[in-house]
Protein backbone atom coordinates (compact mmCIF):
# COMPACT_ATOMS: atom_id res chain seq x y z
CA UNK A 1 0.00 0.00 0.00
CA UNK A 2 0.92 3.26 -0.70
CA UNK A 3 0.65 6.08 2.12
CA UNK A 4 0.72 10.07 1.53
CA UNK A 5 0.70 12.32 4.34
CA UNK A 6 -0.45 15.91 3.99
CA UNK A 7 0.40 18.46 6.80
CA UNK A 8 0.63 22.77 6.81
CA UNK A 9 -2.64 23.34 6.32
CA UNK A 10 -4.26 25.66 9.53
CA UNK A 11 -5.98 28.94 9.52
CA UNK A 12 -4.19 32.50 7.91
CA UNK A 13 -5.73 35.64 7.12
CA UNK A 14 -6.31 36.76 3.68
CA UNK A 15 -3.21 37.67 1.65
CA UNK A 16 -1.32 35.73 4.02
CA UNK A 17 0.73 32.24 3.07
CA UNK A 18 1.15 28.58 3.78
CA UNK A 19 2.79 25.45 2.48
CA UNK A 20 1.30 22.29 2.76
CA UNK A 21 3.70 19.24 2.24
CA UNK A 22 2.56 15.79 1.06
CA UNK A 23 4.83 13.11 2.48
CA UNK A 24 4.77 9.63 0.36
CA UNK A 25 5.25 6.28 2.08
CA UNK A 26 4.74 2.62 1.90
CA UNK A 27 5.42 -0.02 -1.24
CA UNK A 28 7.10 1.48 -3.88
CA UNK A 29 5.32 1.89 -6.99
CA UNK A 30 5.92 3.86 -10.46
CA UNK A 31 4.52 7.60 -10.19
CA UNK A 32 3.61 9.50 -12.82
CA UNK A 33 2.44 12.36 -11.35
CA UNK A 34 1.59 14.01 -8.07
CA UNK A 35 -1.19 16.51 -7.57
CA UNK A 36 -2.92 18.86 -4.99
CA UNK A 37 -6.38 18.58 -5.22
CA UNK A 38 -8.80 20.74 -3.14
CA UNK A 39 -12.89 20.47 -1.95
CA UNK A 40 -14.67 23.39 -0.45
CA UNK A 41 -18.33 22.30 1.33
CA UNK A 42 -21.09 21.78 -1.19
CA UNK A 43 -18.51 21.98 -4.11
CA UNK A 44 -17.24 19.20 -5.81
CA UNK A 45 -13.29 18.45 -5.66
CA UNK A 46 -11.03 20.23 -7.80
CA UNK A 47 -7.87 19.97 -9.73
CA UNK A 48 -5.41 22.88 -8.03
CA UNK A 49 -1.98 21.57 -9.68
CA UNK A 50 0.51 18.95 -10.83
CA UNK A 51 3.65 18.12 -11.40
CA UNK A 52 4.68 15.21 -13.86
CA UNK A 53 7.23 12.55 -13.28
CA UNK A 54 9.35 14.50 -16.08
CA UNK A 55 8.71 18.18 -14.12
CA UNK A 56 5.86 19.50 -16.13
CA UNK A 57 3.33 21.53 -13.72
CA UNK A 58 0.22 22.29 -14.31
CA UNK A 59 -2.02 24.81 -12.09
CA UNK A 60 -5.81 25.55 -12.10
CA UNK A 61 -7.10 29.01 -13.67
CA UNK A 62 -7.82 30.27 -10.18
CA UNK A 63 -4.32 30.14 -8.69
CA UNK A 64 -2.05 30.45 -11.06
CA UNK A 65 0.49 33.06 -10.32
CA UNK A 66 -0.30 32.63 -6.25
CA UNK A 67 0.53 28.54 -5.92
CA UNK A 68 3.40 27.24 -6.75
CA UNK A 69 3.67 23.58 -6.88
CA UNK A 70 7.26 21.69 -6.29
CA UNK A 71 9.07 18.56 -5.19
CA UNK A 72 12.07 16.34 -5.81
CA UNK A 73 11.07 13.01 -7.72
CA UNK A 74 7.42 12.94 -8.24
CA UNK A 75 6.79 10.32 -5.53
CA UNK A 76 9.04 11.51 -2.67
CA UNK A 77 7.73 14.71 -0.73
CA UNK A 78 5.52 17.37 -2.82
CA UNK A 79 4.91 20.89 -1.57
CA UNK A 80 2.61 23.24 -2.36
CA UNK A 81 3.39 26.98 -1.50
CA UNK A 82 0.31 29.02 -1.54
CA UNK A 83 0.72 32.84 -1.77
CA UNK A 84 -1.66 35.90 -1.39
CA UNK A 85 -4.52 33.42 -0.36
CA UNK A 86 -8.12 34.38 -0.18
CA UNK A 87 -11.43 33.46 1.66
CA UNK A 88 -12.06 30.97 -1.60
CA UNK A 89 -9.04 29.19 -1.31
CA UNK A 90 -10.76 27.68 1.88
CA UNK A 91 -10.84 24.30 1.58
CA UNK A 92 -9.75 20.59 2.49
CA UNK A 93 -6.95 19.74 0.54
CA UNK A 94 -5.65 16.34 -0.79
CA UNK A 95 -2.58 15.11 -2.10
CA UNK A 96 -2.99 12.37 -5.12
CA UNK A 97 -0.03 10.06 -6.37
CA UNK A 98 -1.17 8.66 -9.46
CA UNK A 99 1.26 5.73 -11.82
CA UNK A 100 -1.76 2.69 -12.53
CA UNK A 101 -3.68 3.47 -9.73
CA UNK A 102 -4.36 6.57 -7.61
CA UNK A 103 -3.72 6.92 -4.21
CA UNK A 104 -5.22 9.89 -1.83
CA UNK A 105 -4.11 11.66 1.52
CA UNK A 106 -6.40 12.05 4.40
CA UNK A 107 -6.50 16.05 3.47
CA UNK A 108 -6.07 18.86 5.40
CA UNK A 109 -8.37 21.84 6.53
CA UNK A 110 -6.64 25.52 4.73
CA UNK A 111 -9.43 28.23 6.52
CA UNK A 112 -8.61 31.63 4.58
CA UNK A 113 -10.47 34.91 6.65
CA UNK A 114 -11.10 38.05 5.29
Known amino acids: QVQLVETGGGLVQAGESLRLTCTRS????????MSWYRQAPGKQRELVAT???????KYAESVEGRFTISGGSPGKTVYLQMNNLRPDDTAVYYC????????WGQGTQVTVSS
Open 96 to 103: QAAGGLAY
Open 26 to 33: GVAVRINS
Open 51 to 57: VTSVGDK
